[in-house]
């Protein structure tokens, strides 16, 4: 006998462990792309296509203007349709999109090192700005859709961290398989292999993606009363200005970005050439990561008793306390040396561990403020506008951390065989990054963000959920 599906009074089927896969198979399916090009896109095009790393820092920069027309386009585009989607407009854009971004991200690794650095540097900037725009396409309709399964506070915050799971899940083996495979005997890149894995990796998003577009179930009806009035982008944004619970939902992302986006290259080169271990240094991501795992059993009984604002920031004090002992601490050139530092990251990661369970969460509850406070409920700009400073900080991290690094001697050229100095340099700069990173953490959350539990539950009360 079938068992047989349990319905919520609305008709729909009941908010339950599908939901909660279906929607970390989409972040799994954005990681397969996003992880491989946030770890590797840099490595690839100074170490391997050996593009000058100022030059590069300059590029970054310059992608990211084209972020700011892209992901507010997207959004736009969004909240100003009126076409009814047969499978609403959230899970059509991500089917068009999740073709697009697998192709996307091979054109990020096309290996061509022995081309003028003029065709080097067209190829780069094509490729991102293929990869990025379906980039968008997909996720901003992703991080949106949250707010429209659930309107539980407890059920969103486990969708926001069964969401991590999946981009945990994506990552673990580019984090820990890919160095292995990436690297030659002197630690030094095999720059020519990215393009066909990239090939296998968009293949597996492709599965993910319409696993979840099959499996999702949208709960809240959003749209009467709520776009009675004319889709209008200057609006929109100064919506988003004025909406706190955005701004402090944006800046912990931007802030942990910065830091671990800003400190990833440096980070490669302190474990290529100060611990001699760099098929390890994906695996120090991962590490970091892994105590999230902890608190996602108990995260629904955390924020129904506590609430998520509070719950995040007495975790990041933790975090703080783990960052400053990484920079203060000794630790040593040798193995010692990596499990202390692999020790301080785990704790760095307990600390972490809340608000990277409820970040997106908290980001769907600004959503709803959105509509609370302005009557413009706009899931796309709101999302879009979060994400494009999510993906600024990516790209501004990276620039920071590049220019610092030069300025402190470091060489992309010469690998793994930095100059006197530069490796010690490569470890404190690494520490300092994730420090400032935490501490902005901690204020966005603690001090930007202002949906406490009383006002998150006034909120829904006279939204009506």
Request: charged share 15%; hydrophobic share 50%.
């Amino acid at each position: 006998m079938s068992k047989q599906l349990v319905l919520d009074e609305k008709g729909h089927r009941k908010f339950g462990m599908l939901d909660k896969v279906s929607y970390a198979a989409g972040d799994f399916g954005c990681n397969m792309s996003f992880a491989l090009a946030g770890t590797w896109f840099t490595l690839f095009w100074t170490q391997y296509m050996l593009i000058d790393e100022i030059l590069f820092a300059g590029l970054l920069i310059a992608f990211k203007i084209w972020d700011a027309i892209n992901d507010t386009l997207i959004g736009a585009i969004m909240d100003s349709s009126t076409k009814q989607y047969k499978r609403g407009k959230f899970l059509t854009y991500i089917a068009f999109g999740s073709f697009l971004l697998a192709a996307g991200a091979c054109l990020c690794f096309l290996p061509v090192p022995n081309a003028h650095m003029i065709v080097k540097c067209i190829i780069c900037t094509v490729g991102y700005v293929a990869w990025d725009a379906a980039y968008t396409i997909v996720n901003v309709p992703y991080g949106s859709m949250l707010s429209v399964i659930t309107a539980d506070a407890g059920e969103r915050a486990q969708l926001g961290a069964w969401r991590n799971i999946g981009a945990m899940l994506a990552s673990l083996p580019i984090g820990i398989i890919l160095p292995i495979m990436l690297y030659d005997e002197n630690d030094n890149i095999i720059g020519n292999r990215l393009f066909p894995v990239a090939i296998v990796l968009g293949i597996l998003a492709l599965g993910a993606f319409w696993f979840m577009i099959k499996t999702t179930v949208q709960r809240i009806e959003t749209d009467v009363a709520v776009s009675e009035e004319k889709f209008n982008f200057f609006k929109s944004v100064k919506a988003f200005a004025q909406n706190r619970p955005a701004i402090g939902a944006t800046l912990m992302p931007v802030a942990m970005f910065i830091g671990t986006y800003g400190a990833a290259n440096a980070t490669t080169s302190m474990f290529q050439s100060y611990f001699h271990q760099a098929s390890m240094s994906g695996l120090m991501t991962i590490v970091s990561m892994l105590p999230m795992f902890v608190f996602i059993p108990f995260i629904k009984p955390i924020v129904t008793k506590v609430g998520k604002k509070e719950a995040a920031s007495f975790g990041l004090i933790f975090s703080v306390i783990a960052c400053a002992l990484l920079l203060i601490v000794p630790i040593s050139p040798d193995m010692n040396g990596v499990l202390i530092y692999m020790g301080l990251q785990i704790l760095n990661g307990f600390g972490m561990g809340i608000g990277m369970c409820v970040g997106n969460a908290m980001m769907a509850d600004a959503i709803d403020y959105n509509q609370w406070k302005f009557g413009r409920r706009d899931e796309g700009m709101t999302y879009a506008i979060h994400s494009f400073f999510r993906k600024l900080s990516q790209g501004v991290g990276p620039s920071i951390g590049l220019v610092l690094m030069v300025a402190l001697g470091y060489d992309a050229e010469l690998g793994s065989a930095q100059p006197d100095g530069v490796p010690l340099k490569m470890r404190y700069l690494v520490a300092a990054m994730y420090l400032v990173s935490a501490i902005l953490m901690y204020v966005g959350t603690k001090f930007v963000y202002n949906l406490d539990k009383k006002t998150l539950e006034q909120m829904n009360e006279e939204l009506g959920r």
